[in-house]
């Protein structure tokens, strides 16, 4: 199975930025539908980002704005760059994708009103925004 690692989480006033980032152990990513989702204890998985085989992005409205999905092709790396954070951005992130090496068990999302299907995803970094 494809094994997706994130990084780039910490603890971060209000206001502050952090930049996420995704590597794909061993595999290319850059063809393969890809994003970001979160999760706050005692909540539901909110869907993030999302970033297409073609570059096209989609956002959920919370973040619209503030938060930037990119790839870099040549680093074979997926990033999350986050301004303007605020106390309800904490939650555990996690950089998924649909890849014909996932899981067989999958996370469905609702990205800005899209629809998006996960198979694979990594164990998460912590984003903590203190006000």
């Known amino acids: 199975q494809v094994q997706l690692v994130e990084s780039g989480g910490g603890s971060v006033q209000a206001g502050g930025s952090l930049r996420l980032s995704c590597t794909a152990s061993?595999?290319?990513?850059?063809?393969?539908?890809m994003g970001w989702f979160r999760q706050a204890p005692g909540k539901e998985r909110e869907g993030v980002a999302v970033?297409?085989?073609?570059?096209?992005?989609t956002y959920a409205d919370s973040v619209k704005g503030r938060f930037t999905i990119s790839l870099d092709n040549v680093k074979k790396t997926l990033f999350l760059q986050m301004s303007a954070l605020e106390p309800e951005d904490t939650a555990m992130y996690y950089c998924?994708?649909?890849?014909?090496?996932?899981?067989?068990?999958?996370?469905?999302?609702?990205?800005?009103?899209?629809?998006?299907?996960?198979?694979?995803w990594g164990q998460g970094t912590q984003v903590t925004v203190s006000s």
């Open positions: 061993g595999h290319s990513i850059s063809q393969y539908f």
């Open positions: 970033i297409d085989s073609d570059g096209d992005t």
């Open positions: 998924a994708a649909q890849h014909p090496q996932g899981r067989p068990k999958t996370v469905v999302l609702n990205v800005g009103g899209r629809r998006v299907v996960f198979n694979a």
